[in-house]
């Protein structure tokens, strides 16, 4: 008898549908998986087979073929266990499907239960637009299928679950007499189908575990710094901090996360959506507002932070989507996986091309990086001497290549904070304090811009925000004239000034905003900027 | 001087491993650069080799390189041409008569810019650490800017840090600077300083050098190059240096050669400045503590064109015409160079607006930015 379901397929942020074809015939007991399966997928043969035993169904001595159309499209993962399973359940007449048409979705466990699968969110998705109304997906995935609206989304715990799901309340017939009890590992019978909870955790899904938030009521001292952090986060400029080690660099890059305003809805959907294929979202986390925050370490390669593989998976820039990147050590980073970083940071997305096909991932996040002023990190130290050989401090310097640096909106010098404002001192605004300015900058900056930050401002819009203020143009080609700034430079220098300008609540960007909008350019002055100020 | 003899020094002189000692033993004991060369190329140079005085022979390897040069002298001046390079020996007038206190004077000094600034009749050495701390280097350039205002010539070494301070300092206040350099000019200074190079060979300064231009700088260069830099000036101020410094070592080599030392103290038990205490403790240095007492005792010792108690008209105010933020912000650099964390603290204006003051003073050229620290410059530097 030949059984058919749906199922779906992820490529890149994009779903495809995938119709699952079983045939149980007399013959030798064989079974074969046709329609351009990879290695992986050859292994769900074995998968199912156990899983369908271990779950107390039979597994036909018959000749099994299973078809996955259309045949064209090549197909990976393990998404598709659940429907082979469940089709051959059908097509041998241990079920009969009466419960409706339900795609199904998941990964089986050879005793039988549901594993979590990446990219849920925008297969069900796919399903949703093809009009499938009904779908079945593994219980920790329920909270991003839910996300997907028409659907009828149930979470599944095991292959008996979709089993019963398919054959409705009717439909049972081989089902009372073979079933046993699965024993999971904590001892406990296995759930029924998972009622729809209310209150999952938000999940920290971008969020990289041991980069625990920080309140910038904890950071003390570091004044200049932490106006940079809010210049850049109101206007999504990319900022570097350069400074000797213990200065408070990554303290401040992990108060990001609590500065910046939740993802609104869209927003919100294209993150999910991303977390979904990087399989983030498999733990029954709901994807939350948080904006991502990716902090990849120095030894990251180059398929980690462009993204890449063979399944061509999304790397760090695609994780960091609307959200932060931080690079911390940025001298210490690989150069080619650093010059690879320009294009998201110019285009706001990453082509991905290799011999197994060709992505585009969405990339528009901001970058923030630290570094050290030289190997040892005290180079320009008033306390504690440079232990490198001379020249090397600007070697160091030098693995960060011109045109990186370039894009790199906002560069400060942190010094070292001494002992007595550690201990004592005014007491620092906290992060919720900063995070409301920064709030209101960035609102006044959409409604002006047509719903973009100043960093993405064309440069034409940004050569018109000085306009009105003639003061601000003389200061403006001063600045350039003194060999400060290169004509495109200028439009970045315009695009902080405006942004200088919103979180003054100043309606035109003036003299003032353009002056300290170049104090956050040069700090590191000669050996990052300049080539001779001796 | 007879043109050939003229090309045979300036061949010997070119030829590695042949120094100034050397050089002058060998122009003895055959009676001039172009007899050496002649003795070479008959053999007799190998085999007398030079027994005079030390009883040293010249090494083969050196005979040999001789020999070569022997064959063609003119190969040393074509260098030469090549690089745009003038020379002064001994044997010209022009040769710089300071050079009279050195034991071994250079038998060809090569140079980039205007010879007559090392004949200047004021000329202040300032020389210190290649790693200063923000205070030190607005110091270099505060002496700098100071004693060129009396129009004394600046000479230092190119290096980074401290001499590069006191020469950009200089060529700002549009005064005359020499380098004296550790190497050949074919690596004329860190490469970061090329620009500042070329600033002081604009504003009439000089580049010079006793090496031939394709000569390395290597571990002896530097100091054998401090003797010439402490003999090319009247006073030598040594600003910041730690116990193991180059500075240390052109302030032993001016007391020698009689000149007038000054030492900038430091604290004690701080290591920037320890090489500074210690040649006050063990040398008759005299310690710098101002610029107006600098000026008195350099007038004592009848250095400068300044007499005691005359001062030159004060120039205007650069503060004037400045807002009360920049004021702050440039009265806060010129007591103390800070990052731009400290200048908040200490102006106590929002971060913003420091950021802002500081662009501006960069833009009145009176402040700049090294490594982090804001400092004063120009006219900034004739306050505090």
């Given at each position: 008898?030949?059984?058919?379901?749906?199922?779906?397929?992820?490529?890149?942020?994009?779903?495809?549908?995938?119709?699952?074809?079983?045939?149980?015939?007399?013959?030798?007991?064989?079974?074969?998986?046709?329609?351009?399966?990879?290695?992986?997928?050859?292994?769900?043969?074995?998968?199912?087979?156990?899983?369908?035993?271990?779950?107390?169904?039979?597994?036909?001595?018959?000749?099994?073929?299973?078809?996955?159309?259309?045949?064209?499209?090549?197909?990976?993962?393990?998404?598709?266990?659940?429907?082979?399973?469940?089709?051959?359940?059908?097509?041998?007449?241990?079920?009969?499907?009466?419960?409706?048409?339900?795609?199904?979705?998941?990964?089986?466990?050879?005793?039988?239960?549901?594993?979590?699968?990446?990219?849920?969110?925008?297969?069900?998705?796919?399903?949703?637009?093809?009009?499938?109304?009904?779908?079945?997906?593994?219980?920790?995935?329920?909270?991003?299928?839910?996300?997907?609206?028409?659907?009828?989304?149930?979470?599944?715990?095991?292959?008996?679950?979709?089993?019963?799901?398919?054959?409705?309340?009717?439909?049972?017939?081989?089902?009372?007499?073979?079933?046993?009890?699965?024993?999971?590992?904590?001892?406990?019978?296995?759930?029924?189908?998972?009622?729809?909870?209310?209150?999952?955790?938000?999940?920290?899904?971008?969020?990289?575990?041991?980069?625990?938030?920080?309140?910038?009521?904890?950071?003390?001292?570091?004044?200049?710094?932490?106006?940079?952090?809010?210049?850049?986060?109101?206007?999504?400029?990319?900022?570097?901090?350069?400074?000797?080690?213990?200065?408070?660099?990554?303290?401040?890059?992990?108060?990001?996360?609590?500065?910046?305003?939740?993802?609104?809805?869209?927003?919100?959907?294209?993150?999910?959506?991303?977390?979904?294929?990087?399989?983030?979202?498999?733990?029954?986390?709901?994807?939350?507002?948080?904006?991502?925050?990716?902090?990849?370490?120095?030894?990251?390669?180059?398929?980690?932070?462009?993204?890449?593989?063979?399944?061509?998976?999304?790397?760090?820039?695609?994780?960091?989507?609307?959200?932060?990147?931080?690079?911390?050590?940025?001298?210490?980073?690989?150069?080619?996986?650093?010059?690879?970083?320009?294009?998201?940071?110019?285009?706001?997305?990453?082509?991905?091309?290799?011999?197994?096909?060709?992505?585009?991932?969405?990339?528009?996040?901001?970058?923030?990086?630290?570094?050290?002023?030289?190997?040892?990190?005290?180079?320009?130290?008033?306390?504690?001497?440079?232990?490198?050989?001379?020249?090397?401090?600007?070697?160091?310097?030098?693995?960060?290549?011109?045109?990186?640096?370039?894009?790199?909106?906002?560069?400060?010098?942190?010094?070292?904070?001494?002992?007595?404002?550690?201990?004592?001192?005014?007491?620092?605004?906290?992060?919720?304090?900063?995070?409301?300015?920064?709030?209101?900058?960035?609102?006044?900056?959409?409604?002006?811009?047509?719903?973009?930050?100043?960093?993405?401002?064309?440069?034409?819009?940004?050569?018109?925000?000085?306009?009105?203020?003639?003061?601000?143009?003389?200061?403006?080609?001063?600045?350039?004239?003194?060999?400060?700034?290169?004509?495109?430079?200028?439009?970045?220098?315009?695009?902080?000034?405006?942004?200088?300008?919103?979180?003054?609540?100043?309606?035109?960007?003036?003299?003032?905003?353009?002056?300290?909008?170049?104090?956050?350019?040069?700090?590191?002055?000669?050996?990052?900027?300049?080539?001779?100020?001796? | 001087?007879?043109?050939?003899?003229?090309?045979?020094?300036?061949?010997?002189?070119?030829?590695?491993?042949?120094?100034?000692?050397?050089?002058?033993?060998?122009?003895?004991?055959?009676?001039?650069?172009?007899?050496?060369?002649?003795?070479?190329?008959?053999?007799?140079?190998?085999?007398?080799?030079?027994?005079?005085?030390?009883?040293?022979?010249?090494?083969?390897?050196?005979?040999?390189?001789?020999?070569?040069?022997?064959?063609?002298?003119?190969?040393?001046?074509?260098?030469?041409?090549?690089?745009?390079?003038?020379?002064?020996?001994?044997?010209?007038?022009?040769?710089?008569?300071?050079?009279?206190?050195?034991?071994?004077?250079?038998?060809?000094?090569?140079?980039?810019?205007?010879?007559?600034?090392?004949?200047?009749?004021?000329?202040?050495?300032?020389?210190?650490?290649?790693?200063?701390?923000?205070?030190?280097?607005?110091?270099?350039?505060?002496?700098?800017?100071?004693?060129?205002?009396?129009?004394?010539?600046?000479?230092?070494?190119?290096?980074?840090?401290?001499?590069?301070?006191?020469?950009?300092?200089?060529?700002?206040?549009?005064?005359?600077?020499?380098?004296?350099?550790?190497?050949?000019?074919?690596?004329?200074?860190?490469?970061?300083?090329?620009?500042?190079?070329?600033?002081?060979?604009?504003?009439?300064?000089?580049?010079?050098?006793?090496?031939?231009?394709?000569?390395?700088?290597?571990?002896?260069?530097?100091?054998?190059?401090?003797?010439?830099?402490?003999?090319?000036?009247?006073?030598?101020?040594?600003?910041?240096?730690?116990?193991?410094?180059?500075?240390?070592?052109?302030?032993?080599?001016?007391?020698?050669?009689?000149?007038?030392?000054?030492?900038?103290?430091?604290?004690?038990?701080?290591?920037?400045?320890?090489?500074?205490?210690?040649?006050?403790?063990?040398?008759?240095?005299?310690?710098?503590?101002?610029?107006?007492?600098?000026?008195?005792?350099?007038?004592?010792?009848?250095?400068?064109?300044?007499?005691?108690?005359?001062?030159?008209?004060?120039?205007?105010?650069?503060?004037?015409?400045?807002?009360?933020?920049?004021?702050?912000?440039?009265?806060?650099?010129?007591?103390?160079?800070?990052?731009?964390?400290?200048?908040?603290?200490?102006?106590?204006?929002?971060?913003?607006?420091?950021?802002?003051?500081?662009?501006?003073?960069?833009l009145r050229g009176l402040a700049r930015i090294v490594d982090g620290a804001v400092l004063p410059a120009g006219p900034l530097l004739e306050r505090g």
């Amino acid at each position: 008898m030949l059984a058919t379901l749906v199922t779906a397929v992820v490529s890149g942020l994009h779903g495809a549908l995938v119709r699952v074809e079983v045939d149980v015939s007399p013959g030798l007991p064989v079974c074969h998986i046709v329609g351009l399966p990879d290695a992986a997928l050859s292994e769900a043969r074995e998968r199912v087979r156990a899983a369908i035993r271990n779950a107390g169904f039979a597994y036909p001595a018959s000749r099994i073929t299973v078809n996955l159309a259309p045949a064209d499209r090549r197909k990976h993962g393990a998404a598709y266990d659940l429907a082979i399973g469940v089709g051959i359940l059908v097509a041998s007449e241990q079920i009969r499907a009466g419960g409706g048409a339900w795609a199904l979705l998941g990964e089986l466990s050879l005793d039988g239960t549901l594993q979590a699968v990446p990219g849920v969110l925008p297969m069900v998705a796919t399903l949703a637009r093809a009009g499938q109304r009904r779908v079945g997906v593994p219980a920790a995935n329920l909270e991003e299928a839910r996300l997907v609206e028409g659907v009828e989304a149930v979470g599944l715990d095991g292959l008996d679950d979709a089993a019963r799901l398919v054959a409705g309340p009717r439909g049972r017939r081989a089902m009372s007499a073979a079933r046993r009890p699965v024993i999971g590992v904590s001892g406990l019978p296995a759930a029924g189908i998972a009622a729809p909870t209310g209150a999952a955790p938000e999940g920290r899904v971008a969020l990289v575990s041991g980069l625990e938030p920080v309140d910038l009521r904890e950071v003390r001292g570091q004044p200049f710094a932490r106006w940079a952090l809010e210049v850049a986060l109101a206007g999504g400029h990319n900022l570097l901090m350069v400074g000797p080690p213990g200065a408070g660099k990554t303290l401040l890059a992990r108060a990001i996360p609590g500065l910046l305003p939740p993802l609104d809805e869209d927003e919100a959907l294209e993150v999910a959506v991303i977390a979904s294929v990087a399989g983030l979202l498999g733990d029954g986390r709901r994807p939350g507002r948080r904006r991502p925050f990716r902090a990849p370490h120095h030894t990251a390669s180059y398929a980690a932070l462009v993204g890449g593989g063979p399944r061509l998976l999304p790397g760090e820039v695609t994780l960091a989507h609307r959200g932060t990147l931080f690079l911390d050590e940025l001298a210490e980073f690989d150069r080619g996986v650093l010059d690879a970083l320009r294009q998201p940071l110019e285009e706001g997305s990453v082509v991905i091309s290799r011999a197994a096909g060709q992505v585009r991932y969405p990339a528009r996040l901001q970058l923030v990086a630290a570094m050290n002023p030289c190997r040892c990190g005290y180079w320009g130290d008033p306390q504690r001497a440079c232990c490198c050989a001379p020249g090397d401090p600007e070697r160091y310097v030098r693995r960060v290549s011109g045109p990186l640096l370039d894009r790199l909106d906002l560069r400060v010098e942190l010094g070292r904070v001494p002992p007595r404002e550690l201990l004592g001192g005014p007491e620092p605004e906290a992060s919720a304090v900063v995070a409301a300015r920064i709030a209101l900058a960035r609102e006044r900056a959409r409604a002006r811009n047509g719903g973009r930050l100043n960093a993405d401002l064309s440069g034409a819009a940004a050569l018109a925000a000085a306009e009105s203020e003639p003061r601000a143009r003389t200061r403006l080609a001063e600045l350039a004239e003194a060999g400060a700034l290169s004509a495109r430079n200028v439009h970045r220098l315009l695009r902080v000034a405006r942004t200088v300008a919103d979180l003054a609540g100043a309606p035109h960007v003036d003299e003032a905003a353009i002056l300290a909008a170049a104090g956050l350019r040069d700090p590191a002055g000669d050996r990052l900027g300049a080539a001779d100020a001796a | 001087m007879d043109p050939s003899e003229r090309i045979a020094w300036l061949a010997l002189a070119a030829v590695h491993g042949v120094g100034p000692a050397t050089f002058g033993r060998l122009v003895a004991a055959f009676g001039g650069a172009r007899s050496v060369l002649h003795a070479a190329s008959d053999g007799r140079l190998g085999r007398a080799a030079i027994k005079v005085e030390t009883g040293r022979r010249l090494p083969t390897e050196v005979v040999d390189r001789i020999l070569v040069a022997a064959a063609a002298p003119d190969a040393a001046t074509a260098t030469l041409e090549r690089f745009g390079l003038w020379t002064l020996t001994p044997l010209d007038p022009a040769y710089p008569s300071r050079f009279g206190v050195l034991e071994a004077a250079p038998p060809v000094l090569y140079g980039w810019g205007d010879p007559a600034a090392l004949e200047d009749h004021y000329a202040v050495g300032v020389v210190g650490t290649r790693r200063p701390t923000p205070a030190g280097r607005a110091l270099a350039a505060r002496v700098a800017r100071h004693v060129a205002g009396r129009g004394a010539v600046v000479i230092s070494g190119l290096a980074i840090g401290i001499d590069g301070a006191a020469h950009a300092a200089t060529v700002e206040a549009e005064g005359r600077t020499v380098a004296v350099i550790g190497a050949g000019h074919d690596h004329p200074g860190p490469r970061a300083h090329r620009a500042l190079l070329r600033r002081i060979l604009a504003r009439g300064g000089a580049v010079v050098s006793e090496l031939a231009p394709h000569a390395p700088a290597s571990r002896g260069t530097f100091p054998r190059r401090n003797r010439l830099l402490s003999a090319l000036a009247d006073a030598v101020v040594v600003v910041e240096a730690p116990s193991r410094s180059g500075a240390i070592n052109t302030g032993h080599h001016a007391l020698e050669q009689g000149r007038a030392l000054f030492v900038a103290p430091g604290r004690p038990g701080d290591p920037a400045t320890a090489g500074c205490l210690r040649l006050l403790r063990e040398t008759p240095a005299r310690p710098f503590v101002g610029l107006a007492e600098l000026d008195e005792d350099l007038a004592a010792l009848g250095i400068g064109p300044v007499r005691a108690g005359d001062r030159p008209v004060a120039a205007p105010d650069p503060l004037v015409d400045l807002g009360a933020a920049e004021r702050s912000v440039a009265v806060a650099i010129a007591r103390a160079p800070s990052g731009l964390e400290r200048l908040v603290a200490a102006t106590g204006l929002p971060p913003g607006v420091v950021g802002g003051a500081v662009t501006l003073l960069q833009l009145r050229g009176l402040a700049r930015i090294v490594d982090g620290a804001v400092l004063p410059a120009g006219p900034l530097l004739e306050r505090g």
